[in-house]
């Protein structure tokens, strides 16, 4: 049983360390809901399988897949895996009333070197502004972004596609007589 408790607040970590840079740092400290068809877990391997409309919430941060695998390693949590039509996340950002979203066929993190990969049909959108293409990357430890289209693309639609909505300036205050 307490194998099983392990496995499972590893999986519940994993989501944590996923999101883009100034994700709601609050959302580490609360508990973590997950809900799924089914649950396999492999003890030997450190490899546990959530199937079934996958739904991952933390604070801010919700999940929603298809399929979610986890892989542990001796020093813990060392990949997760989610895959759906789309999978996506969400969560609020730090300090903002923002909220940053993705969604691609397949969502990987590396916690090794916190690395996220938006896999197939990539999108990410943040405050109107948003990002397109066959696979976004994001490295947290650098906070780096690669946006990268479809190879030989010969359409507009296999190209990175990218948004940027204008921003209103904030609001001055009047001035004084």
């Known amino acids: 049983m307490q194998t099983l408790k392990t496995v499972f607040y590893t999986a519940l970590c994993a989501v944590l360390l996923a999101p883009p840079a100034h994700a709601e740092k609050a959302d580490r400290d609360k508990p973590v ?18 199937q079934g409309n996958v739904i991952l919430s933390q604070g801010t941060l919700m999940l929603r897949a ?14 997760v895996s989610a ?36 896999i197939g049909q990539a999108r990410l959108r943040r ?13 947290a430890n650098t906070e ?15 190209r990175v596609r990218a948004v940027i909505r204008p921003k209103t300036p904030p609001a001055q205050p009047a001035a004084k007589p």
């Open 83 to 118: 895959t759906g039509r789309p999978a996506a996340f969400r969560q609020k950002l730090d300090g903002r009333d923002e909220q940053i979203e993705g969604f691609a066929d397949r969502i990987e993190f590396d916690s090794g070197n916190s690395q996220l990969e938006l």
């Open 144 to 158: 780096f972004y690669t946006v990268t289209g479809q190879p030989d693309a010969r359409t507009p639609s296999g």
């Open 66 to 79: 298809d399929r979610v695998q986890v892989t542990q390693n001796a020093g813990g949590l060392d990949k």
């Open 127 to 139: 405050n109107g502004d948003e990002l397109r293409g066959a696979q976004i990357s994001y490295n």
């Open 33 to 50: 809901n997950l809900e799924a068809d089914t649950v396999t877990l492999d003890d030997i391997r450190k490899i546990s399988v959530y």
